[in-house]
């Protein structure tokens, strides 16, 4: 592993010991090899240029493929149901959405621990684990999508397991916010999440097409016939096409075993961020410990809210997911325990702060709409577009009969995201330039505008016989949703790198991250549940109405005359 460069008498923590500066290297340095870094100074414009720019980006560089496939496995449900309505599972289209419901708020509330884990165990030790982590439920969903005949609490017990991919996003903006200095936090922070972010197209253009293929031969079990039209980038699969669903989640091991080895031996815990991580097996022993206890109060939430036969259905969405995340919090507190207890207290501090709540309110307008998009759009455009909506011999409107015409929705689902995730750095690099909430006050209007306009197309979409009529109109118009989306992300995390010192930054930007996640849960039971009334429009009539008050909040916090932090 290359060699980091420290000022003479600084006290650096390694695992290896350091050797004398050779007389070529200067008096004034001393080299150390080893994962810690204790000297760590970027806003030294010296430090920045000599020598933290080049460890900085080298573990921005890992980061982001790691994020990548985390996003990747968390979001793949969405593409999964298609395939399974595609495939003849026998389960309902509601019960479908379930599993993209479940996955998002796992996902979410997996990431209120992991915005804790950096300064509890380093970034390395918490890259790599929570990397090698997604192997399982890789592994598990291939096993279970082997077994249609498996209960459907099998496919949602996979689907909470997937949200370890959704939590690492916290831990990884948390930890990259600590590598660059306040200038570049637009730049740092758009790349990692932007190319990040790029984990949910990759997944909806590889699924596809690996399911395709018997990608491990032997090993991987036996195909499956296609029952209805499927697709992937390049257009329609017939049916009576040969099918490894399987292979969905088989597909991710083989990048996420060398991702991992990469992590451990190219990434560095900060000292100055993490000073008490321990050694690597405490570190480790703290991030399994508080995934463990974030899956209790996401398991009880949804066995509360789910109907039967999964759950008691006695809680609807609204009180469930704050229920969740409340339940999260407190059992963090209450079970942390020796110096992990004082960190805990420490990172609480930020629920003290208004920026916090104003931030994260702010952030689910962008990410919050980008995931919940990307989970629940697949689905959608098959039971809008893929579907004929006729009235029965009583006028009243079905939809039922398969759709001749209807357009492969696997074909046009990733580009969405791919709009979303690729302009998320110009949002960052955007903020950098003209201010962070100057971009997010635009982004809010353009979405209030767009998410009428998406409604209205969807009403007359599901109540014509011909819906593909308006497929690309509204196609179009989504891609207007997520461009806003992808960058209002960037520009809403610069602000948070701007506003709190460097101590708070990374738990607010995995704070708002974590509840602004819960879109992935909110947007497919919201869109789910519309679609079922027979007026999926009222769903984004709703998310319309969100999008202009954060408008006003925005104004208020950070653009009106007399407001206390000027355009962050």
Known sequence: MANRFFPTGAPVMSNKKPRTATAGEGANLQTYSG?????????????????????????????????????????MWGIITVQMMNLGYPFSQAELFTLTAIAGLSGATMRIPASFLIRLSGGRNTIFLTTAMLLAPAIGTGIVLQHPEWPLWSFQLMALWCGVGGGNFASSMSNISTFFPKRLQGTGLGLNAGLGNFGVTTMQIVIPLVMTVPLLGAFGGESMTLQKESGWIFGAIAPGTETWIQNAGFAWVLSLVPLSILCWFGMNNLKTVSPDTGGPIAAFAKI??????????????????LPAPSGLGVLNMWLAMPLIIVSTLMVMKVTAFGAMKDNVAKQFAIFSNKHTWSLTILYIVTFGS???FSMALPLSMKVIFGISHVPDANGIMQHTLVNPNGPPVLAYAWIGPFVGAAIRPVGGWISDKVGGSIVTQWVCGVMAIAGVAVGYVMQLAYQSATPEDYFFIFLALFMVLFAASGIGNGSTFRSIGVIFDRQQAGPVLGWTSAVAAYGAFIAPVVIGQQIKLGTPQMAMYGFAVFYALCLVLNWWFYLRAGSEIKNP
């Open 35 to 75: 994962a810690d870094i204790v000297d760590w100074r970027p806003e030294d414009e010296r430090f920045w240029e000599t020598r933290g720019k080049k460890i900085a980006y080298r573990n921005l560089w890992i980061s982001i493929p790691a994020l990548l496939c985390g996003f990747a496995v968390w979001g």
């Open 370 to 372: 980008f995931i919940g």
């Open 288 to 305: 399994i410990w508080l995934y463990t206890l974030s899956f209790i109060p996401a398991g009880i939430g949804l066995y509360l809210y």
